[in-house]
């Protein structure tokens, strides 16, 4: 199980971007994907999860309204959109994911954890 996520960069404040986080080595249909980041100097954090059926569980309410996730089954990947970028979502975003017969298939109350991909590192700054 291997996940890589792309797409980080430096962005101004209020503008957008586009992770990816690509599966290799497993199709992830039956896996539910989260995204988590992790400022400088602070614990790392759930934002969001996707189910393998396509439902979303929002773990920070700071970016509620701002970043959704998607999955395109078809290109193995899972999307976290950003848009309305502020300084504090300055961070290293990763993909995760959890064994389906341990963490299931829908997101849980804390997001999956078992396996994880490098992380991509996204600064918003004027």
């Known amino acids: 199980v291997q996940l890589q996520a792309s797409g980080g960069g430096l962005v101004q404040p209020g503008g957008s971007l586009r992770l990816a986080c690509a599966a290799s080595g497993f199709t992830l249909d039956n896996y539910a994907i989260g995204w988590l980041r992790q400022a400088p100097g602070k614990e790392r954090e759930g934002v969001l999860c996707?189910?393998?059926?396509?439902?979303?569980?929002y773990y920070a309410d700071s970016v509620k309204g701002r970043f959704t996730i998607s999955r395109d089954n078809a290109k193995n990947t899972v999307y976290l959109q950003m848009n309305s970028l502020k300084p504090e979502d300055t961070a290293v975003y990763y993909c995760a994911t959890g064994d389906p017969f341990r963490y299931g298939t829908g997101c849980r109350t804390r997001p999956p954890d078992d396996y994880w991909g490098q992380g991509t590192l996204v600064t918003v700054s004027s």
């Open positions: 996707i189910s393998s059926s396509g439902s979303s569980t």
